[in-house]
């Protein structure tokens, strides 16, 4: 089964940019889609199609895709960022939806 | 405005059954795939079953596969998981969203605020 890796944590100071990865085999050729999870929260779709944004999601929130990473860029890192972020894909092989094991974003 | 509401959830020993509920409002709920997410305490997203719009296709993890049950009832606008042969595993936060599309662009654009399943003797 198709497997997403994150790494467990990010940490960042408070204005700077943070880059959270989410690495997978070829995950170039699929669509990668992010969510943000507050404490004691339900997850927030972030970006979609790679780079997309819902409406109501900050500018500052970027994706990008290829090869064997996609990447989520938060620029301007503020406090209320600090959360769990999570990467998804379908897996087609199995008809499954997968998700990263999720990165903790510390603002430092 | 699209919400989502769960219920159902509770305390049910290991080998017991229990039936989630998620009463859907704010879009065509018959033209949208729908899906359940849990989440283990202190651990990530782990994606349960996706429901088709139609209601024909089903998908499961292979952790609950032979298990558990994604169904929908339109006239309701509401979708189900029921749970049988439950394990201590089992325990986690349920989230109903819904599903952008079946398939390979699929993502949940909207969640509800999950029901609590705890499985313990």
């Known amino acids: 089964s198709y497997v997403l890796t994150q790494p467990p944590s990010v940490s960042v100071a408070p204005g700077k940019t943070a880059r959270i990865t989410c690495g997978g085999n070829?995950?170039?050729?699929?669509?990668v889609h992010w969510y943000q999870q507050k404490p004691g929260q339900a997850p927030v779709l972030v970006i979609y199609?790679?780079?997309d944004r819902p409406s109501g999601i900050p500018e500052r929130f970027s994706g990008s895709n290829s090869g064997n990473t996609a990447t989520l860029t938060i620029t301007r890192v503020e406090a209320g960022d600090e959360a769990d972020y999570y990467c998804?894909?379908?897996?087609?092989?199995?008809?499954?939806?997968?998700f990263g094991g999720g990165t903790k974003l510390t603002v430092l | 405005e699209v919400q989502l509401l769960e219920s159902g959830g509770g305390l049910v020993q290991p080998g017991g059954s229990l039936r989630l509920s998620c009463a859907a409002s704010?879009?065509?709920?018959?033209?949208?795939?729908m899906s359940w997410v849990r989440q283990a305490p202190g651990k990530g997203l782990e994606w349960v079953s996706v429901i088709s719009d139609s209601g024909v296709n089903t998908y499961y993890a292979d952790s609950v596969k032979g298990r558990f049950t994604i169904s929908t009832d339109n006239s309701k606008n509401t979708v189900y998981l029921q749970m049988n042969s439950l394990r201590a595993e089992d325990t986690a936060v349920y989230y109903c969203?819904?599903?952008?599309?079946?398939?390979?662009?699929?993502?949940?654009?909207?969640w509800g605020q999950g029901t609590l399943i705890s499985v313990s003797s």
């Open positions: 998804q894909v379908w897996d087609s092989s199995g008809d499954h939806v997968v």
């Open positions: 969203a819904k599903f952008s599309r079946l398939g390979e662009l699929s993502f949940f654009d909207y």
């Open positions: 199609y790679d780079s």
């Open positions: 704010g879009f065509t709920f018959s033209s949208y795939a």
């Open positions: 070829n995950i170039g050729s699929k669509s």
